[in-house]
C-alpha cells in the first residue's frame, strides 16, 4: 500500500462524518473573518437565530477597506465605514476576537494569521477569501470560501466539502540569486494557466521550495489560486518550525517542542502519490513580470510584449489582443522600455518583513523617478514595528516612497489606495484582472525587488540596474 | 433558497474568457453590508460601453448568460453570484468555471452548467440567430434544450448539489442534524483555542 500525501492526511484527520453519497463534513480549527465576506453571514445568523458555534476558534480583523492613511484621519466614505463598524459589532455580539484598525495585531488577514502563530502545521483554516492559500505554506490546509460558507462555519464550525485532486509541483535545483519566491510562483501560474490548477490541491516541493524562508512559501502559496488551486501547502520541516517558535498563539517552552515533534508529521510520505505531478527547472527561472490581464500572462523582465501572432488558437489570439488593447501595449516592446506611474510593494502576497528587507536594500540611497508613484504599506502593524525598528521606514521615506498604515491598500481597489484610469502600476500584488487596482488602471504583478528597483528606474528594471 | 426545477428563459451570449469575479462584481461594490441590489453593478466597468451585450436590447430580459471558458475565477466574493442573481440570471452555462464560484453559486440556486466549448458556441449562434429563442435548463432530467431548434445536451452536476438545488435545502440546516458528530469530534480535536491566546481587547496575553 503506498503512503499517503500531505493532504489526505489533514483531510482525515478532520473528518467530522462522511455519508455515503455526501460531501464529507470536514472540521475547521481556525476562522479567519474580515470585514468584506462577514457582514451577510452575521446577518444569516441573526434571521436564524444562530450563535457561532466556537467563537474561540474564530479570528477577525479589517484589512480589505481600511484606509492606510496615518490613523488620525477619519475614514471618509461612509459605506467603508458602516462595514468596519458592522465588523466590531458582530464580533462583539458573537464573542469573537477582532483586530480593528489601529489595534496592536491589525493587518492583513493572511499576514497576521502565521505571524501571531495561530495559524500552525496540521490545522484546517477558511477565510472568506481566495488567498487564504498562503497558510499552506505552514503544512496546514487552507483555502478561501465564500459567504454562504462563512455563515455555514460560524454556525456549525464545519464544511461539507469534496476530497480534491492532488497536484506535486516540484521545483527542483537552485535559482539564479536574482529569482525570488515570487518568480517562481509567477513561473507555476505561467505553466498551469488561470484553470490548470482547478479541482486540485498543490503541494510545493523540491529543493527550491525547501530553500525559501517561511515568507517566500507564504508567496508561493498565496497565488495558488491564481492557477486555480484552492489551496496549496508545503510540508512541515525545521524552517516551519523555527519560524512558530516564541511566536504569541504557539505553545511555550517543553509544550512547544511536543507540538513540533507532532508537527514534523505533516509532510508526504516518501511513497506517496499525486494525481498529478509537474517539474520545474529552477535554474531556467528569471525574474518575471505579468503583461496582461490575468496572472498567468507572464514573460521574463528581460523580454518584450507578446503578439497574437504568438498563439494559434482564434479565441486565444482575441483574449491577447484584448489584453494588449487594455494594458495599452504593443507587442514586441521590451518590458525594460515600459514607463509605470506608479509602484505599489504590499499585500498578502508580498508585504512581509522579509519583502520589505528586500525591498529597502534595493531603494536604499536612490530616489524615486521623477512623477512616480511609489508606495510600501506593511502587511500588519507588527510588520510596520518590526521595520521602523530596523529603520526601513527612513530608507524608504529618504528615497521618496509613501510609508503607510497596515491594510490591503492598493491590491484591489476597495479602499482609497486606487489608481486612475490609464495609470500603468507595478504591483507586489496577486491579480492582474481588469479594474482590479482601480476602474482602467493596467497593473503588472513583480517581486518585491523589481518593484524596488522600478520605482526608482522609472520603467520595469532589475536590481542591479539601480545604482545609488 | 427556492427550489429549483426547470429553467425556461432567454440567453445571452458573453463571448468572453477568463471572466474573474471582479469583473462580475468590481470590488468598490464590496463595501456594503447588505446581501441585495448588486445588479446594479453586474459588469459595471463593462456596460457604460453601449455596446455591451448586455446593453443590447434584443438581450434584455434574458435569465440565461452563455459565458466562456473559466468563467468566475480569483477572487471569492460571493457578492458576483449575487450581482448575476439579482440582475435576472438563473444559470450560467460555460465550458468551464472557477471552483470557489462554481460553489457559491450551488449555494444560493444560481445554476451552474458545464458544456463542451463547441457546445457553448453552438448556443452562442442560435441566441444570436434568434434571441428571442427559448432556451431550457432542467435541473432534474440534468439537459439543456433548445427547443425550437431540436437541440439538447446533458450536463454533469455532482449529485448532492442537484438534490439541494431541487429541494432549496439550506446547508447549514442539514449540517446541524450532524451536532452529535460535530461534538464527539471536538472531544478529541486538538485544534487550539484562541482564548488562552488574547484577552478581550485582544492583546496577546
Known amino acids: ?468 | 433558497m427556492k427550489p429549483v426545477h426547470v429553467l425556461e428563459g432567454r440567453g445571452v451570449p458573453l463571448e468572453r474568457s477568463d471572466v474573474d469575479t471582479d469583473q462580475i462584481i468590481p470590488s468598490d461594490w464590496l463595501k456594503r453590508v447588505e446581501r441585495t441590489g448588486f445588479g446594479r453593478g453586474l459588469f459595471s466597468e463593462w456596460r457604460d460601453d453601449t455596446t455591451f451585450v448586455l446593453n443590447q436590447p434584443q438581450y434584455a430580459g434574458a435569465s440565461i448568460l452563455l459565458a466562456g471558458p473559466r468563467f468566475g475565477t480569483g477572487s471569492s466574493r460571493e457578492h458576483a453570484v449575487w450581482a448575476l442573481m439579482d440582475y435576472g440570471f438563473e444559470a450560467v452555462i460555460a465550458p468551464s468555471f472557477g471552483d470557489i464560484f462554481r460553489n457559491n453559486s450551488s449555494k444560493q440556486g444560481l445554476v451552474t452548467v458545464q458544456l463542451s466549448v463547441k457546445d457553448v458556441e453552438d448556443l452562442n449562434e442560435m441566441v444570436k440567430e434568434d434571441p428571442s429563442r427559448l432556451l431550457v435548463v432542467d435541473v432534474e432530467r440534468l439537459s439543456v434544450e433548445v427547443p425550437d431548434a431540436g437541440w439538447h445536451r446533458a450536463f454533469v452536476l455532482d449529485p448532492m448539489t442537484r438534490e439541494r438545488l431541487l429541494g432549496g435545502w439550506d446547508d447549514i440546516g442539514i449540517s446541524l442534524r450532524r451536532e452529535d458528530a460535530i461534538t464527539r469530534y471536538e472531544a478529541t480535536s486538538v485544534a487550539p483555542s484562541l482564548v488562552g491566546v488574547f484577552d478581550g481587547e485582544g492583546h496577546a496575553r
Open chain 1, 1 to 468: 500500500m503506498s503512503g499517503k500525501t500531505l493532504y489526505e492526511k489533514l483531510w482525515e484527520n478532520h473528518v467530522v462524518v462522511a455519508p455515503e453519497g455526501e460531501p464529507t463534513l470536514l472540521y475547521i480549527d481556525l476562522h479567519l473573518v474580515h470585514e468584506v465576506t462577514s457582514p451577510q453571514a452575521f446577518d444569516g445568523l441573526r434571521l436564524n437565530d444562530r450563535r457561532v458555534r466556537r467563537p474561540d476558534l474564530t479570528l477577525a480583523t479589517a484589512d480589505h477597506n481600511v484606509p492606510t492613511d496615518p490613523l488620525a484621519t477619519p475614514i471618509e466614505d461612509p459605506i467603508s465605514k458602516r462595514q468596519l463598524e458592522a465588523l466590531d459589532e458582530n464580533c462583539k455580539e458573537f464573542g469573537i476576537t477582532v483586530f480593528p484598525r489601529g489595534h496592536e495585531n491589525q493587518g492583513i488577514v493572511h499576514v497576521i494569521g502565521p505571524e501571531l502563530g495561530v495559524t500552525q502545521p496540521g490545522m484546517t483554516i477558511v477565510c472568506g477569501d481566495s488567498h487564504t492559500s498562503t497558510h499552506g505554506a505552514l503544512g496546514s490546509l487552507a483555502f478561501g470560501i465564500g459567504t454562504s460558507e462563512v455563515e455555514h462555519v460560524l454556525a456549525t464550525q464545519t464544511l461539507p466539502q469534496q476530497k480534491a485532486k492532488t497536484m506535486s509541483v516540484s521545483v527542483e535545483g537552485t535559482p539564479a540569486p536574482d529569482v525570488s519566491a515570487k518568480d517562481i510562483v509567477l513561473a507555476i501560474v505561467g505553466r498551469l494557466g488561470t484553470g490548470g490548477g482547478a479541482g486540485y490541491v498543490i503541494e510545493y516541493r523540491g529543493e527550491a521550495i525547501r530553500a525559501l524562508s517561511m515568507e517566500g512559501r507564504m508567496t508561493v502559496c498565496n497565488m495558488s489560486i491564481e492557477a486555480g488551486a484552492r489551496a496549496g501547502l508545503v510540508a512541515v520541516d525545521e524552517t516551519t518550525i523555527d519560524y512558530l517558535r516564541g511566536r504569541p498563539g504557539v505553545p511555550q517552552g517543553d509544550e512547544f517542542d511536543d507540538a513540533a515533534e507532532r508537527w514534523r508529521s505533516f509532510v508526504s510520505d516518501d511513497d506517496a502519490s499525486f494525481d498529478l505531478e509537474i517539474v520545474l527547472d529552477a535554474t531556467e527561472l528569471v525574474p518575471f513580470v505579468t503583461w496582461g490581464t490575468n496572472p498567468a500572462q507572464v514573460v521574463p523582465l528581460s523580454g518584450i510584449v507578446p503578439s497574437p501572432d504568438d498563439v494559434h488558437d482564434s479565441d486565444e489570439k482575441n483574449t491577447v489582443q484584448r489584453a494588449l488593447e487594455y494594458m495599452d501595449l504593443t507587442p514586441g516592446t521590451p518590458l525594460r522600455s515600459i514607463p509605470v506611474d506608479v509602484v505599489f510593494i504590499g499585500s498578502c502576497t508580498n508585504s512581509r518583513i522579509e519583502d520589505l528587507r528586500a525591498a529597502a536594500s534595493v531603494v536604499k540611497g536612490s530616489r524615486v523617478s521623477e512623477g512616480v508613484r511609489a508606495l510600501v504599506v506593511p502587511g500588519s502593524r507588527r510588520v510596520k514595528t518590526q521595520a521602523e525598528s530596523e529603520g526601513l521606514d527612513q530608507v524608504f521615506l529618504d528615497a521618496g516612497f509613501e510609508w503607510r498604515e497596515p491594510g490591503c491598500s492598493m491590491c484591489l481597489g476597495m479602499n482609497p489606495d486606487i489608481l486612475t484610469p490609464g495609470q500603468r502600476c507595478a504591483s507586489t500584488s496577486n491579480r492582474n484582472f481588469e479594474g482590479r487596482q482601480g476602474r482602467g488602471g493596467r497593473t503588472h504583478l513583480v517581486s518585491p525587488v523589481v518593484a524596488a528597483a522600478t520605482a526608482i528606474m522609472g520603467r520595469f528594471a532589475s536590481p542591479e540596474e539601480v545604482v545609488a
